[in-house]
Each structure stands twice: as structure tokens, then as C-alpha cells.
């Protein structure tokens, strides 16, 4: 092997280098902006941060079917129904591809769902709110996927390679329904006042939990009510960013997210429940109302009714499919035994470093 | 002289061929937008994310050949109805699906073996539209029968595994053919509408396909280590608007925000 002049893989320190060794190699590659894969050596605390974000955010894509699932027998079109299938089914393949992404961590997927079902490990708390009118799914649709778009963005260049990669499909797609959300509240607000005033009354309750909620703790003083929980913040995302899976901070998304929205709810003739929103033109950003942590954590701790929904709703569709899963397994084995697999997709090879560009 | 509104009530006293094609599309449109809303139930609550996402997949094809279906017998009947009027403005005595597309989705072995009869009756008599003589509608069939083959490959799949995969799925698939058998003669039926436009080669007759749906579901079913049932009864009634009493709930669902906002658009 040849000496690199640029710190690429494949160059690093033979396994089994002193950690010291190992560890500048992978400062370095961060440093040149190239990714890490699955085969690199990883700090602990590196892949125990990922391991939870991405475990995290899969976690959410298969909890935020639910609110708007309960809609898909309800949407009044035909091409409303069409629009919001596509987009449930879109987040169940966002789930697979970020449980995929995290297995290449060494974790399993079925072990990160019972995590989720016995409440070791979360799904976004946007989601412990109820939707309860069809405005609901376009005001998630363009305010919640609209703040993962923002959140997320970066996220196509986050340091871990597979991460990165599934964000990228991820995004694509989320970028999308946040159009076919504003399009459906835009129907809305041009319907009848009782279709406007429904779009109105859904705005009201998406638009606290999509600031506070999908962007997590204010991380700066500027953003956050506490100064204490500002610097907690703070110091996590210092250690995320330094690591490259995180590229800014969660209150500088939070201001992006504010932003874009503003205009957008002028144009739609929607008023966003925060009376303190003005433009400021001194820090060319709109100012908003700092989100009060504290109490909003404490509103939406696990042990509150739409927390409980939402985890008994995925337990049981679990619990319900055992058999269902069984019985693929065991026929899987039934066949294993009886011969070479046959047939295409039978033996799907795992995603390998080659395939990182 | 023959005024147009004239001709209307001339051509429905004795039914058009267009009203005839109208009536049958609408039945087909109805199975499909029947099934789907079924199916949109699985939604969040499959046994595993990959069949969240098959079972949404299904189910976006199914509501996509509705609203084709839908239009088109809109136009021909003379109406002009959209595909939201026929999905949200009709009665439950006005939907013409097969009693087969309603059954409710029970456990997930009654949702295969609803899926199981009703993709290969849907794939044998979409590839015989594909030879229809009306372009728009052989168009429909060849596009639907091709989407309607991945549903078949996948009720086939899960026919297999669940009836080769450990004794209470065999038990539990067996019972959910024995549930949904009687519900699939109905699929076949053929009236004075299906007669007439059978004899004009405008559109197949479902009945000549039976004999291939038996061999090929008895194939699937046999290869599975199961039995397929031979029901005593069997139900029918959908074609005519008799439904079951729980179809009331269905349509009531499925309409219920269209008609809370009169007026709306969307």
C-alpha cells in the first residue's frame, strides 16, 4: 500500500493499532471531511451518539405514521387519500432505511423496537399530540416534515457514510410531502370559512410542538428560557458537531425553520399562534417567543395519555403480528434447510463500504 | 326532432352501451375502492414495517384504478360525475363492489386470502380488458394488470409462508380461506349487463375466467399445504347493492369529511 497524501479509508492504522493511533486517524478523517464506514474504528461515544440519534429518528418515522394513518379511511378526495398513503408508506420506508443504517453499527433492529415498546429508548414527542381533524395532516405535513426538512438537510453530510446516505433518500422524499402539506392547507384556506377555520384550529396546536419539539432543546442562551439547560444543551451539541454528525446548532435550525414559515402562513392567510413574532430587522430574523422548556418537557413526559397511545398502538400491531413473524421465520429456515435459496432478493448482500460514493 | 334530454330517457328506459360499460366499470371501481379503504385499516398496525409498506403500496394502486374507473364511468353515463361524487356522494345501496372487497380484514390470514382471490380474479380479468377494443379502457388493463401481478406475487408469497410456517399459521390461513370462500363465486357472476356487452366483445365476462382462477388459486393453496375450501353457501348480493352490515360503517368512514363540509373543496 502506497503512503496517501490525503487522509482517505482504507489507509488508516492496522487494527489492532493503539488507540491514540486510531483515534488521530479518525480526527483526520473528519477533519478532511470524508465519511466514516461501518468498518472504520469509531470512538465509543461516536457510535453510541449515533446509534441513539439514528435509532431515534427511525423511532419517529414509524411513530409519526400513526396521527396521520388514522386518516388515510377519512381523507375527502380521492387524491387526497392517494397523497397521504403515498406518504405513510414513504415513512415506513424512511423507518427501514434509518433501522438498516443503525444496524450497520453492530445493533439490531428488533432489539431497537422492543427499546421503543418498553420505553428505553424514544420517538419524537411532536408526535404525543393528537390529530384530531383532517386539517391535522396538513398542518404535520407542512410544519412538522417541514421542520425535519430543515433539521435534516444537514444531515445528508453527516460524518457516519449510511447515515448520511439514507438522509439523502429521506430528505428527497420529506421535501415533498412539505409541498403536498402547504397545498393541502392552501385547498383548505381557499375552501369554505368552516374548511379555513378547521385549517386555522390545526395550525394552533402543530405549530408549538414543530418549533419546540423537532429541533429539541434550546442549545444557546439566546434561544432558551434557562440558562442551565442552554449550556447542557450546548455542550452536546458541541460534542455532535465536533464529531460531524451534527452541522449547527438546534437553535439556529429552529430560527431557519421560523423563518420559512412566516411567509409561508401570510401567504396561506394563517396566523401562527405566537404573538411575539416580528421581523427584526437589526438581526434580519424573525423574533419569536423562546420556547419554556421546562414546562413543556414536563407536559410531555412519557406517562401522559398520547405518549401511552402511541406506544401501545405500535406494542400491539407487534404483539398482534407475532405469529405472522414466526411463521416467516420458520419458513425461512424450512427453506434454508432445504436448499440454496433461489430466486432474486433471496440473498440480498449488506451494503458495503464500495457502495458509499 | 330528438332533442338530447329526449335521447337520455330513450337510452335509459333501454340501457346504452355506454350505460351498459358504465355500470360495469363502476362495479370494478368499487372493488378496487373498497379493498383499498380495507386495506388503508393495516395501515400502522401491520406485523412488520415491510408490510406496512406493501400493504400501503396495494392500496395506492387500488384507489389509483378506482379514480380511472371512476371517471371513465362518469363519462359514459351521461352524467359527468367525478370520482369524488361516485367515492363520496353515493349511499351504501349505490356501491356495486362484491360483498368478497368489503369482508373485514380480520386477522392477517383473512386479509391473504381476500388478497389471495381477489388479485388472481383482478389479474385474469385486467389482462383480458388489455384486449378490450376501446383504447383508453385496453390501456387501463394492461397498466392495471401489471400492478395487479406484484399484489398476486405477494398474497402468493404469504399464502406459502404462512401455510408452511408453524402449525397455527397453517391453522390460522386455512381459517381464513374457510372464511372468505364463499364470498368469491360472487366474483364471477354474470347479469343482463355483463350478457350484453360480453356479446359486443366491449368488455370480458368474468364467468369464462373461473376455471382458470380455480386452478391457479388451487395451485397457490395446494403448494401451501393447504386445502382449498368447498363452501356450502355462497354469498352474493354486492353487484345488486345488498351488502353486509358492516359495509354501513365503511362508507360511513370513508365519507365522513367529505360530507361534514358541504361545499368544500379539496
Same mark, same amino acid.
Given at each position: 500500500m502506497t503512503a496517501p497524501t490525503a487522509v482517505t479509508h482504507g489507509t488508516g492504522p492496522a487494527p489492532g493499532a493503539a488507540e491514540d493511533e486510531l483515534l488521530a486517524h479518525f480526527d483526520a478523517l473528519i477533519?478532511?471531511?470524508?465519511?466514516i464506514e461501518p468498518r472504520d474504528w469509531m470512538p465509543d461515544g461516536y457510535r453510541r451518539m449515533l446509534t441513539r440519534q439514528i435509532a431515534q429518528h427511525a423511532h419517529s418515522e414509524i411513530i409519526g405514521m400513526q396521527p396521520e394513518g388514522a386518516w388515510l379511511t377519512r381523507a375527502p378526495s380521492l387524491h387526497r387519500k392517494?397523497?397521504?398513503?403515498?406518504?405513510?408508506?414513504d415513512e415506513a420506508g424512511h423507518g427501514l432505511y434509518l433501522y438498516s443504517a443503525a444496524e450497520t453499527l453492530g445493533v439490531d433492529r428488533a432489539d431497537l423496537l422492543d427499546a421503543l415498546h418498553h420505553g428505553r429508548q424514544r420517538a419524537s414527542a411532536t408526535f404525543n399530540h393528537p390529530a384530531l381533524t383532517w386539517a391535522d395532516t396538513g398542518a404535520i405535513a407542512w410544519l412538522t416534515d417541514g421542520a425535519a426538512v430543515i433539521n435534516q438537510a444537514p444531515l445528508c453530510r453527516t460524518s457516519y457514510g449510511p447515515y448520511a446516505r439514507a438522509m439523502r433518500r429521506v430528505c428527497q422524499e420529506e421535501a415533498f410531502h412539505v409541498r403536498q402539506g402547504y397545498d393541502l392547507m392552501r385547498a383548505l384556506c381557499e375552501g369554505t370559512p368552516e374548511q379555513k377555520a378547521m385549517a386555522q384550529d390545526a395550525v394552533d396546536r402543530w405549530w408549538l410542538p414543530a418549533v419546540a419539539l423537532m429541533f429539541g432543546p434550546p442549545d444557546t442562551e439566546a434561544g432558551g428560557s434557562d440558562a442551565r439547560t442552554a449550556a447542557l444543551g450546548a455542550a452536546v451539541s458541541r460534542r455532535a458537531m465536533a464529531w460531524g454528525i451534527k452541522r449547527h446548532t438546534n437553535d439556529e435550525l429552529r430560527q431557519r425553520f421560523v423563518d420559512s414559515c412566516v411567509p409561508q402562513a401570510e401567504r396561506l392567510g394563517l396566523t401562527l399562534p405566537d404573538p411575539a413574532i416580528r421581523w427584526n430587522e437589526e438581526r434580519g430574523h424573525y423574533d419569536?417567543?423562546?420556547?419554556?422548556?421546562?414546562?413543556?418537557?414536563?407536559?410531555?413526559?412519557?406517562?401522559?395519555?398520547w405518549a401511552r397511545r402511541r406506544i401501545d398502538h405500535r406494542r400491539a400491531a407487534h404483539e398482534d403480528g407475532a405469529w405472522v413473524r414466526e411463521a416467516a421465520a420458520a419458513y425461512a429456515a424450512r427453506e434454508e434447510a432445504a436448499g440454496p435459496p433461489a430466486g432474486p432478493g433471496a440473498d440480498v448482500p449488506r451494503q458495503t463500504q464500495e457502495e458509499r460514493a | 326532432m330528438t332533442t338530447t334530454s329526449e335521447t337520455r330517457t330513450d337510452t335509459s328506459a333501454v340501457p346504452s352501451a355506454d350505460a351498459d360499460l358504465a355500470t360495469y366499470l363502476?362495479?370494478?371501481?368499487?372493488?378496487?375502492?373498497?379493498?383499498?379503504?380495507?386495506?388503508?385499516?393495516?395501515?400502522?398496525?401491520?406485523?412488520?414495517? *415491510?408490510?406496512d409498506l406493501a400493504l400501503s403500496n396495494i392500496a395506492l394502486d387500488l384507489v389509483g384504478h378506482a379514480r380511472t374507473l371512476f371517471t371513465l364511468a362518469g363519462r359514459l353515463d351521461g352524467t359527468g360525475r367525478t370520482e369524488d361524487d361516485f367515492a363520496f356522494t353515493r349511499r351504501e345501496r349505490e356501491f356495486t363492489n362484491a360483498?368478497?372487497?368489503?369482508?373485514?380484514?380480520?386477522?392477517?390470514?383473512?386479509?391473504?386470502?381476500?388478497?389471495?382471490?381477489?388479485?388472481?380474479?383482478?389479474?385474469?380479468?385486467?389482462?383480458?380488458?388489455?384486449?378490450?377494443?376501446?383504447? *383508453?379502457l385496453a390501456a387501463f388493463g394492461a397498466r392495471a394488470a401489471k400492478e395487479v401481478?406484484?399484489?398476486?406475487?405477494?398474497?402468493?408469497?404469504?399464502?406459502?409462508?404462512?401455510?408452511?410456517?408453524?402449525? *397455527?399459521?397453517?391453522r390460522r390461513m386455512q381459517r381464513g380461506l374457510e372464511r372468505v370462500w364463499p364470498y368469491t363465486a360472487e366474483l364471477f357472476d354474470e347479469d343482463d349487463v355483463v350478457r350484453r356487452l360480453a356479446a359486443t366483445g366491449t368488455v370480458p365476462s368474468p364467468a369464462p375466467l373461473r376455471p382458470e382462477w380455480e386452478r391457479r388459486v388451487t395451485e397457490v393453496v395446494t403448494g401451501a399445504g393447504l386445502t382449498v375450501p368447498t363452501p356450502s353457501w355462497q354469498a352474493r348480493g354486492g353487484r345488486s347493492g345488498l351488502h353486509t352490515e358492516e359495509f354501513t360503517d365503511l362508507v360511513g368512514e370513508l365519507q365522513s369529511v367529505h360530507r361534514q363540509f358541504p361545499g368544500g373543496t379539496w
Open positions: 477533519a478532511e471531511g470524508e465519511t392517494s397523497v397521504l398513503i403515498a406518504k405513510v408508506q419569536f417567543t423562546p420556547i419554556d422548556w421546562d414546562t413543556y418537557r414536563t407536559a410531555l413526559g412519557e406517562e401522559t395519555h | 363502476l362495479r370494478l371501481g368499487d372493488d378496487a375502492l373498497v379493498l383499498g379503504q380495507r386495506l388503508c385499516g393495516w395501515i400502522t398496525r401491520a406485523p412488520l414495517i *415491510e408490510e360483498l368478497l372487497t368489503e369482508l373485514p380484514n380480520g386477522d392477517f390470514a383473512v386479509t391473504v386470502a381476500r388478497q389471495l382471490a381477489h388479485t388472481h380474479y383482478a389479474s385474469l380479468l385486467y389482462e383480458a380488458l388489455a384486449g378490450c377494443p376501446d383504447p *383508453e401481478a406484484f399484489h398476486r406475487l405477494h398474497a402468493d408469497r404469504w399464502v406459502r409462508q404462512l401455510g408452511l410456517g408453524t402449525p *397455527e399459521s397453517a
